[in-house]
């Protein structure tokens, strides 16, 4: 059984920082696309940052969070990290790990296979 478990969200104020946390279980983050999603209610459900370290490839950011946002994995641990700086109340949103099976990483995501429960980021002004 797959189990993806969110930690570290919370409430900051603009230009502070965060760091989120997704453990796994039952799945490999090493051979897998594992990827950050965000969802608000102003754009949905949005692909915010991805990577498959055995693929070779450097790793996706969606162009709002580009230099700002970090996303890491550790393998012996099973898990994912997104390191999130210079916080905006534009990146006010649910936040969710995700899982696919596959060689590539995508962009929708019906394409995940697997999700956590997700944790809270409000960024206020």
């Known amino acids: 059984q797959v189990q993806l478990v969110e930690s570290g969200g919370g409430s900051v104020q603009a230009g502070g920082s965060l760091k989120l946390s997704c453990k796994a279980s039952?799945?490999?983050?090493?051979?897998?696309?594992i990827a950050w999603f965000r969802q608000s209610p102003e754009k949905g459900r949005e692909l915010v940052a991805s990577?498959?370290?055995?693929?070779?490839?450097?790793?996706y950011y969606e162009n709002s969070v580009r230099g700002r946002f970090t996303i890491s994995q550790d393998n012996g641990e099973n898990t994912l990290s997104l390191q999130m700086n210079s916080l905006e109340p534009e990146d006010t949103a649910i936040y969710y790990c995700?899982?696919?099976?596959?060689?590539?990483?995508?962009?929708?995501?019906?394409?995940?296979?697997?999700w956590g429960q997700g944790t809270q980021v409000t960024v206020s002004s």
């Open positions: 995700a899982a696919r099976s596959g060689i590539y990483c995508y962009l929708l995501p019906t394409q995940y296979d697997y």
């Open positions: 039952g799945v490999a983050f090493s051979t897998n696309c």
């Open positions: 990577i498959r370290s055995s693929s070779g490839t450097l790793p």
